[in-house]
């Protein structure tokens, strides 16, 4: 865990220089596109010291001066697979997004949506050194939770204190300067697959850019999608990406668990391009223009010309109908939905005071889909867009920049996470999970 903490430390650090020059660029490198986003930070984003200022407040501090998206290359399941080919996607979209801005960037912060990510809930607690609480003491007591065996393969990617008590008062968002004998934290860690990861950070590096902080995509999309009063009460956003659809739990402003299913858009399209024996891209086109996983009466008699290049005039003018393109695309979406529904409840969510989801990324856009949601999930759904920031580009508004706008907010105004704070090196997290996950008993 040393090595870990030593690294994210040092990304917090090329994090710092970035918004200290006023320009940091973002870049979410997904299944189906890769964005770039290049922020300008002003003063009020970057001056006195650090805080966890809320995910709604980031707003004011920045503005996006350069924006450009290119279609993924080599990236499946929300993780790379071709090298060589998602470093040219990189490079192409970074220098588009340069030149409209019209400057370099150096410092590059990177979302990632694969990974096989798990949550625990960790817990410990620390007595105080003179009464009052100070970073010290926070450091000491993050370093007291207890760690789970999560094996090895797997890399740390958050770790962010959710809860605080002092004595017998419990509930606080920042513990600093409150009188007590006893500090009691419990966190969030969420951990990734290590090559996924590794090979991330390899591919920014060979774009010859330094990275200045990782952030999970289901995270992300979950800052710029939920309003704070979901943020506050307990909702879920489901990040319906190309290659994979992430899932968060936020509560009280803070995401307390995260996974991912290993499926997309990309699948129910590979569905549409077999079942119809038409080529991927005629099937992408056919899906954006016709799809739906609601059928009605009127969808028998609306006739879809399948078109295509083939050079047979026969099989270049098929037609189907759209009841029909329903009945290839709808089982996949449900499989999709069957599977968040599982991890919802492996998680607990039904214990939370609100049970709100919202539906976000690409794929969410397909017609009919927040009613099919409502009936599999049980709760109440709704489409959500991502928050508005200023200077960002009309084209990159939809649920598709969801997890690339939550990353401008992450990159400007990151909450606090460990190794924001000095640990005793003496005092790294032991591993045990006898503790590990009271506070999901406790508070769910």
Not at 89 to 103: G, H, S
Request: net charge negative; aromatic share 4%; charged share 25%.
């Amino acid at each position: 865990m040393t090595d870990l903490y030593r690294k994210q430390r040092a990304m917090r650090g090329l994090r710092r220089t970035a918004l200290q020059r006023g320009v940091v660029a973002v870049l979410d490198i997904g299944s189906t596109k890769i964005a770039c986003l290049i922020l300008r930070l002003e003063p009020a984003a970057h001056g006195g010291e650090e805080e966890a200022v809320g995910p709604m407040a980031g707003q004011a501090g920045f503005r996006v001066i350069g924006a450009a998206t290119t279609r993924a290359r080599g990236v499946e399941f929300g993780e790379i697979a071709a090298m060589q080919e998602t470093e040219r996607a990189v490079r192409t979209a970074v220098q588009a997004a340069q030149k409209m801005a019209q400057t370099r960037v150096d410092h590059v912060i990177a979302c990632m949506a694969g990974g096989m990510p798990r949550s625990y809930g960790l817990a410990g607690a620390v007595d105080t050194l003179d009464g009052t609480v100070d970073e010290g003491d926070i450091g000491r007591v993050l370093a007291a939770c207890e760690m789970p065996p999560f094996g090895d393969g797997r890399e740390v990617l958050h770790a962010q204190p959710v809860n605080f008590a002092v004595d017998d008062r419990t509930g606080l968002g920042d513990p600093r300067g409150q009188t007590g004998r006893q500090l009691a934290c419990d966190m969030h860690l969420l951990t990734v697959d290590a090559r996924a990861l590794s090979n991330l950070v390899h591919c920014i590096s060979r774009c010859d850019l330094e990275l200045a902080g990782v952030a999970s995509s289901a995270y992300a999309a979950g800052m710029s999608s939920l309003v704070e009063d979901e943020q506050e009460l307990g909702a879920a956003c489901i990040d319906m990406g190309g290659g994979a659809t992430g899932l968060s739990i936020f509560i009280k402003k803070h995401m307390i668990y995260a996974d991912s299913v290993r499926m997309g858009g990309v699948h129910v399209t590979s569905d549409i391009a077999k079942g119809l024996q038409v080529p991927l891209a005629v099937a992408e086109r056919i899906k954006t223009l016709y799809g739906g996983v609601v059928a009605t009466g009127v969808d028998d008699r609306e006739m879809i010309e399948i078109g295509g290049d083939s050079g047979d005039w026969e099989r270049d003018r098929r037609t189907v109908s759209r009841t029909e393109l329903i009945g290839i695309m709808r089982p996949r979406v449900e499989e999709i939905l069957e599977e968040v529904r599982a991890r919802l409840d492996a998680a607990g969510f039904e214990h939370l005071p609100s049970q709100s989801i919202v539906l976000t990324g690409g794929a969410s856009q397909i017609p009919g889909l927040d009613g099919l949601a409502a009936r599999i999930l049980g709760s109440q759904v709704r489409l959500g867009r991502p928050l508005r920031v200023r200077g960002l580009p009309q084209a990159a508004t939809g649920p598709d920049f969801s997890g690339t706008v939550g990353l401008c907010l992450f990159a400007a105004h990151p909450q606090d996470e460990w190794w924001d704070f000095d640990a005793p090196t003496a005092q790294y997290p032991a591993r045990s999970l006898r503790r590990a996950l009271r506070w999901f008993r406790e508070h769910w």
